[in-house]
């Protein structure tokens, strides 16, 4: 067996020298000396030799192994040489690489986070509840009984029944994911008397079609005060204090009649407009376009609310005119709309980073 010694030498000197990295050596090395490389391959037919050939053979072979061992050595010293060089003439002074932004809350969030501080600051608790709850606290404890036509909004998204013992599930017993933060009012009313100042922040689910200000799910915050001789007066008070404090000391509120099951007296809350503010001056001729915002209307609807209904005490247990208290929600993604200006719900929920990365 023969091999062309020279013509192995010079090939693998040229790689060598042509390496240009610490791993690119390290590849060289194995495919020359590695257990399963081309030395390995030429000692291991050293066997199939005559006596006499195998003494010159070896030489030859032990003579390539030094060869190529020195070839790499001095590429690795050229290497190091070379870097050591380049990191003299470094600029050390030059700006690093930004590093990549690493990810901030979403603007849903901050928003949350946002309101719960405020009303935190007026003595107001945080709770959360479940987004999976039961037909009585997400309808009739809230004075939303079977027939009443308000249901037909949000009377959806129910859970497939268990069969227990083949026993028909009960009303109280079927399940929903829940079209209000407000079931949570009836869990904590039933485990706690009053004097309660409590926020609640959650995920909702009614079926609307999704288009740039409607989503089948979103978030609301509830809120409810109950405690003896509360009057519209503190819900007016507090929700103004709460607007101003969001929004500017300069915006204007007003009151609307309206209609909730679960309160009663009830009312739609709005502000005035943060972009024409029509309503904080004089509008001229030329500034009578449509605003972009509030349609030239002048106001902005921020929530809803009301004196709870007595109804909703009886079914908590609470003794008849003993207590009164205010509720009232809103939903975050609609607040959040108007604070930094968005115009369409769904930019929430797709993940796009050139819109997540302004907030």
Not at 262 to 278: H, Q
Not at 284 to 290: A, G, H, L, S
Not at 334 to 358: S, T, V
Request: aromatic fraction near 10%; hydrophobic fraction near 35%; proline fraction near 6%.
């Amino acid at each position: 067996m023969s091999f062309d010694w020279t013509a192995i030498e010079q090939e693998a000197q040229k790689e060598i020298n042509q390496a240009s990295s610490g791993e690119a050596i390290e590849a060289l090395r194995i495919k020359y000396l590695g257990r399963q490389g081309l030395l390995a391959e030429i000692t291991g037919s050293i066997s199939a030799l005559s006596a006499s050939e195998r003494p010159e053979f070896g030489k030859k072979a032990n003579y390539l192994k030094n060869k190529l061992t020195r070839f790499l050595e001095e590429r690795v010293s050229q290497l190091k040489e070379k870097e050591s060089q380049d990191l003299e003439t470094f600029d050390l002074t030059l700006p690093g690489e930004p590093i990549p932004q690493i990810g901030t809350r979403h603007p849903i969030t901050q928003t949350i986070q946002e309101i719960t501080a405020i009303f935190s600051k007026l003595g107001f608790v945080t709770v959360e509840g479940p987004e999976v709850e039961n037909e009585y606290n997400n309808f009739s404890g809230l004075n939303i009984p079977l027939d009443h036509p308000s249901r037909d909004a949000f009377d959806t998204f129910y859970l497939k029944p268990e069969t227990r013992n083949q026993k028909p599930v009960t009303r109280k017993e079927r399940f929903l994911l829940r079209s209000h933060t407000s079931p949570v009012q009836i869990r904590v009313m039933k485990e706690h008397k009053p004097p309660l100042a409590v926020i609640v922040p959650g995920k909702v689910y009614r079926p609307d079609a999704v288009d740039a200000s409607h989503s089948f799910v979103f978030h609301q915050i509830e809120g409810f005060l109950v405690d003896q001789e509360v009057s519209f007066a503190d819900l007016k008070g507090t929700l103004t204090a709460f607007a101003q404090r969001l929004f500017g000391e300069k915006i204007q509120m007003r009151f609307r009649p309206h209609f909730f099951p679960f309160t009663e007296p009830s009312a739609e809350v709005d502000i005035s407009c943060m972009l024409c503010k029509r309503n904080q001056k004089p509008v001229t001729r030329n500034q009578e376009k449509k605003c972009s915002v509030c349609g030239g209307k002048g106001w902005l609807e921020i929530l809803g609310c009301g004196m709870i209904h007595p109804n909703v005490f009886a079914n908590v247990g609470y003794p008849k005119d003993k207590y009164s208290g205010f509720a009232f929600g809103m939903g975050i993604e609609r607040i959040a709309m108007l604070k930094y200006g968005i115009n369409d719900i769904r930019l929430f929920f797709e993940n796009d980073l050139r819109f997540l990365r302004q907030f």
